[in-house]
């Protein structure tokens, strides 16, 4: 090979040894420490767990996510005493910070 091509080979070689290194590294989305996402997946858990045991909330179509000890809930239940009642829940649970209440109301129309 002339040094030309064999300089253009390595680079293109390079550039696709890099692509599955940049591709595996940026599919981690989070920069929290494992504490702490281990912390906020007990929390979520928590909050789903009684959810599912309070047969005034429709646990099957609410979606729980909590970042930093802030809980996230998403979704759509028959009325607002369900949503009120979910979030109370959720206050209700050992290491929440705050609860963000999303949940809507009512069909989807």
Same mark, same amino acid.
């Given at each position: 090979?002339?040094?030309?091509?064999?300089? #253009?080979?390595? !680079? *293109?070689?390079?550039?696709?040894?890099?692509?599955?290194?940049? $591709?595996? =590294? &940026?599919?981690?989305?989070?920069?929290?420490?494992?504490?702490?996402?281990?912390?906020?997946?007990?929390?979520?858990?928590?909050?789903? #767990?009684?959810? !599912? *045991?309070?047969?005034?909330?429709?646990?099957?179509?609410?979606? $729980?996510? =909590? &970042?930093?000890?802030?809980?996230?809930?998403?979704?759509?239940?028959?009325?607002?005493?369900?949503?009120?009642?979910?979030?109370?829940? #959720?206050?209700?649970?050992?290491?929440?910070?705050?609860?963000?209440?999303?949940?809507? $109301?009512?069909?989807?129309?």
């Amino acid at each position: 090979m002339h040094r030309s091509s064999l300089s #253009a080979f390595s !680079i *293109a070689l390079v550039a696709l040894c890099a692509v599955p290194v940049a $591709v595996a =590294t &940026s599919s981690c989305s989070t920069t929290k420490p494992a504490k702490e996402q281990a912390r906020d997946s007990g929390i979520t858990a928590k909050v789903k #767990a009684k959810f !599912i *045991a309070d047969p005034e909330v429709a646990s099957h179509n609410i979606s $729980v996510e =909590t &970042s930093e000890g802030v809980v996230y809930l998403t979704g759509r239940v028959k009325d607002a005493r369900q949503r009120d009642e979910a979030e109370r829940l #959720a206050r209700g649970v050992d290491g929440v910070v705050d609860v963000v209440n999303h949940i809507k $109301v009512g069909d989807k129309t």
